[in-house]
């Protein structure tokens, strides 16, 4: 179990990746290609979580790690929960696990949340709306927000632009509409109880996900994806504005490693 006592700080955005060649057939690798070079990563295919674990070790930083299940949406297999939740126990001096379900797996996708916390420890849901294809406040996923909400697990989204997809053709199907956070407002507003993370400053829709966050008292902030160098002027301009301004903005630590890197 982490010491939180003794580590620097908690990395609260990480991603699980199965190790290079496990899909040939689904186009999956060929993504990763071209997301390592968007993200201009020291790698063509990214860390395993084995390779994950021990950097986050060596920096002495926890980590949260999850997949992402979008194989409905992209036909990409995902990572099964399962073996994400046994690797992560196996390094549980670093990583905390979370797992991702599609929310259009209905009743059963319920049934594996309550039983994934349950038997796996596992802490908490990620959702990529646009990966996955759907809109956060569709009632179709609000069986599964209810099964993590009832279980007390937290629900992390994706918010804003992304770089999967980025610069391939029709930028791989993937449709940024989804990951508008202000989505999130009907979220939070229907599950007062369940805590929800706002993936990335959500660029280009970063104030509607500061508005989001000052006003529900259970929405966070991480701020992966996202060098402070490169970050856009003005999404700088609007988090330190409300910095400054002691606005009530709960924002988490977060370095969307495997995409970018921490060190």
Not at 96 to 124: C, T, V, W
Request: proline share 6%; with cysteine; net charge negative.
């Amino acid at each position: 179990m982490v010491d939180f006592s003794k580590v620097r700080a908690i990395d609260f955005h990480t991603h699980a990746e199965e190790p290079c060649g496990c899909h040939a057939d689904d186009g999956y690798d060929d993504l990763q290609a071209t997301m390592a070079s968007y993200f201009r990563a020291p790698w063509k295919h990214p860390p395993t979580i084995l390779e994950t674990a021990q950097h986050y070790r060596d920096q002495n930083i926890a980590a949260v790690i999850f997949p992402v299940d979008s194989e409905r949406e992209t036909g990409y297999r995902r990572y099964k929960n399962e073996e994400v939740a046994e690797l992560a126990a196996e390094n549980d001096d670093v990583l905390i696990p979370f797992a991702s379900i599609d929310p259009h797996k209905g009743k059963m996708g319920q049934r594996e949340a309550r039983r994934l916390i349950r038997d796996y420890n596992i802490k908490g849901f990620k959702f990529h709306p646009t990966m996955q294809g759907f809109y956060p406040n569709d009632r179709m996923a609000y069986g599964l927000y209810e099964a993590i909400a009832e279980e007390g697990g937290i629900a992390l989204f994706h918010t804003g632009q992304t770089g999967v997809g980025s610069g391939m053709p029709g930028g791989n199907g993937m449709r940024l509409k989804y990951s508008n956070p202000m989505y999130m407002d009907d979220v939070a507003v229907d599950f007062p109880e369940m805590k929800i993370i706002l993936a990335h400053p959500s660029f280009p829709w970063q104030e509607e996900a500061l508005a989001v966050a000052q006003h529900k008292p259970n929405v966070y902030i991480d701020l992966s994806g996202w060098s402070p160098k490169i970050l856009p002027r003005h999404s700088g301009e609007v988090l330190q504005f409300d910095l400054e301004e002691e606005s009530i903005v709960r924002l988490r630590l977060a370095n969307d490693y495997t995409r970018t890197v921490v060190g």
